[in-house]
């Protein structure tokens, strides 16, 4: 099985206390057949996790036909103003990462509060 470097996406920014969603497609000749888990980390500048880890195996990201969602909660992205850094990881059936996606993304900071 092929193991390939990390692919490096920056995703636009979100909003502190917004409720958002993270999605992607999958190239075509994505080896989708070798997944059997996803996992998503985010640290905040400092190292510091920013959320629960999110998997396809907890249901807290989805995989649909060759799309990948991950969803943020309003309370997730509350007092995380700042950038942040990512890592997708595809794990394979041994349950080891063969492809990771990572990049970084902010969060602007909330100015209506209410």
């Known amino acids: 099985m092929a193991t390939y470097d990390k692919y490096i996406?920056?995703?636009p920014a979100y909003q502190e206390g917004n409720e958002?969603?993270?999605?992607?497609e999958?190239?075509?000749?994505?080896?989708?057949?070798?997944?059997?888990?996803i996992s998503f980390q985010a640290r905040d500048?400092?190292?510091?996790?920013?959320?629960?880890?999110?998997?396809?195996?907890?249901n807290t990201l989805s995989l649909t036909e060759r799309?990948?969602?991950?969803p943020f909660t309003a309370e997730e992205m509350k007092g995380?103003?700042?950038k942040h850094y990512y890592?997708?990881?595809?794990?394979?059936?041994?349950?080891?990462p063969f492809i990771t996606i990572g990049g970084?993304?902010?969060?602007?900071?909330?100015?209506?509060?209410?």
């Not at 958002?20 to 992607?24: I, S």
């Not at 500048?45 to 907890?58: Q, V």
């Not at 993304?105 to 209410?114: D, Q, S």
């Open 9 to 11: 996406f920056n995703i």
């Open 20 to 24: 958002a969603d993270f999605e992607f």
């Open 26 to 37: 999958l190239d075509l000749n994505f080896p989708l057949e070798e997944v059997s888990d």
């Open 45 to 58: 500048s400092r190292g510091r996790f920013i959320m629960p880890e999110k998997t396809l195996l907890t």
């Open 67 to 70: 799309v990948v969602n991950i």
């Open 80 to 82: 995380n103003a700042d």
């Open 87 to 96: 890592e997708i990881d595809f794990l394979n059936i041994a349950g080891k």
């Open 104 to 114: 970084a993304f902010p969060i602007n900071p909330e100015t209506n509060r209410k």
